[in-house]
Every structure is written in structure tokens, then in C-alpha cells.
């Protein structure tokens, strides 16, 4: 009898709990699609921060010294790496219509989850990646609650210090990888590119931020215009 692996149960199941958030907040209209949208977005993040940040508290003793041991002795990091890969497969769907700036960092996160999946190691790196992406989210939705200006000059500079952070934690990384005599030359390969990719798309989405937080501070309060939703009714999130 055919019998997926657990992986593929738990990236379908995922994918699947996205799209029945979908379904239930948007009815077709431009307002909708954000709210749908900006929900699993929220449910995302908060899977991420909450379930990686006890992973993390779990597998602490090798943080900086063995973030490449096997996936299968962290089960934790199994699950977070599904259900991220399922919102990330169900959220192409944003990227490919109206939404084309998460592009990249869905395709470099995908890349490096399916490689990690393949290897089964790993995972713990896109585990703390992620949770750091993520508190950048959450951040951005005090702005957005808010909506003023020096709010969002002082959620940046914490935004800032996260993608420093995650500057930090690539280079541990990166050193643990090219260090590992065990961590086959492909894998090792793979690991700079994703995190030279995870990184580079962190910047990124910061400079475009700090472009905006520069109209706003001059009274240009609309937002970007490759970042505007389809109703183009409010600023847009970005991770």
C-alpha cells in the first residue's frame, strides 16, 4: 500500500490550512485578497517565532556548534520546515499575481528548505532564520497598527538590528558549514548560497523600507508602487 513520507503529509496539510484561510477571508475584491493575505501571513509568523524560538531553547547546545546534525533528531525543526514550505507553496500564488517583491525570497527559502529536507540536515539554520525574518514582520505590524511616522522610524531601527543579527548568524553558520569534514561539498554550496540569498533579500526588504519611511517622513504618504496591494488602500507589509 502507498504511504506518503510524514514530510509531504505535513507540507500538504499546511498548504491546505492556507488555502482554507484564504477561502474564508476573501471573497474576490482587492480588500480582501490583503486581508487574506496579511491573516496567513500573521498565522505564519507566529508559528515561526513561537514554535522556533522553543526549538531553538531545546536544541540550544548545539546553537553554534552542531546546527547541522540530522533533522530527524529534532522533530520540532521537521514540522516548522513543512508548514513553512506550505505557506511558502500557497503564498506563490501572491508573488506570481500582485505581489511580485516576495518573489525572491520565496524561491531562496524553498530552495534551501527542500535541500535541507533532502539532506535531512540542517534544518535548524532555517529554523533561526526564519524566526528572525519573521520578528521583522511583527515588528513592521506596530507601524501598521499605529500608522505614525517616529513609530516607524523606532520600529526600523529594531528591523535594522535583525537583519544585523541575521548577519551575525549567517556568518556562524557559514563557519560551521565549511568546517564540518562530514557536510558533503554540494550541501555546502547550497548552505552559502541560501544564506547569502536569505541575507540579501533581508537587506533588500530593508532599504525599501527606509526609502519609504523616507516619503512619508516628506509627506509622501502613498505607498511604493511595486508594493502597493490591488486596492492600493494601504501601505503594504513586507517581511
Same mark, same amino acid.
Given at each position: ?130 524566526? +528572525?525574518?519573521? !520578528?521583522? *514582520?511583527?515588528? %513592521? ?6 500608522? @505614525?511616522? #517616529? $513609530?516607524?522610524? +523606532?520600529?526600523? !531601527?529594531? *528591523?535594522?538590528? %535583525? ?6 548568524? @549567517?556568518? #556562524? $553558520? ?66
Amino acid at each position: 500500500m502507498f504511504c506518503l513520507p510524514e514530510e509531504a503529509v505535513y507540507v500538504i496539510a499546511s498548504f491546505g490550512m492556507y488555502v482554507v484561510i484564504h477561502q474564508r477571508a476573501c471573497r474576490g475584491d482587492g480588500d480582501d485578497l490583503k486581508k487574506a493575505y496579511d491573516v496567513a501571513c500573521l498565522v505564519n509568523a507566529l508559528v515561526a517565532v513561537g514554535v522556533g524560538v522553543v526549538s531553538v531553547v531545546l536544541n540550544g547546545d548545539v546553537l553554534f556548534t552542531g546546527v547541522f546534525n540530522s533533522n530527524k533528531s529534532q522533530p520540532l525543526v521537521v514540522f516548522l520546515l513543512t508548514h513553512s514550505l506550505g505557506h511558502l507553496l500557497y503564498d506563490l500564488y501572491h508573488g506570481l499575481t500582485w505581489r511580485p517583491v516576495v518573489l525572491p525570497h520565496h524561491l531562496v527559502s524553498i530552495f534551501g528548505i527542500l535541500a535541507s529536507l533532502l539532506y535531512a540536515r540542517g534544518g535548524l539554520v532555517i529554523v533561526v532564520d526564519g524566526i +528572525i525574518t519573521e !520578528l521583522g *514582520y511583527l515588528f %513592521l505590524l506596530i507601524y501598521y497598527h499605529y500608522h @505614525s511616522t #517616529s $513609530v516607524y522610524g +523606532i520600529v526600523l !531601527l529594531f *528591523y535594522g538590528a %535583525l537583519r544585523l543579527l541575521l548577519v551575525a548568524w @549567517s556568518s #556562524s $553558520v557559514l563557519t560551521q558549514c565549511l568546517g564540518d569534514s562530514t557536510i558533503s561539498p554540494s550541501l555546502q554550496i547550497i548552505t552559502v548560497l541560501a544564506q547569502c540569498g536569505i541575507v540579501i533579500v533581508a537587506f533588500h526588504f530593508l532599504y525599501r523600507h527606509c526609502v519609504n519611511f523616507m516619503r512619508l517622513a516628506r509627506g509622501k504618504s502613498h505607498p511604493l508602487a511595486s508594493t502597493a496591494q490591488p486596492s492600493a488602500s494601504v501601505l503594504k507589509l513586507e517581511s
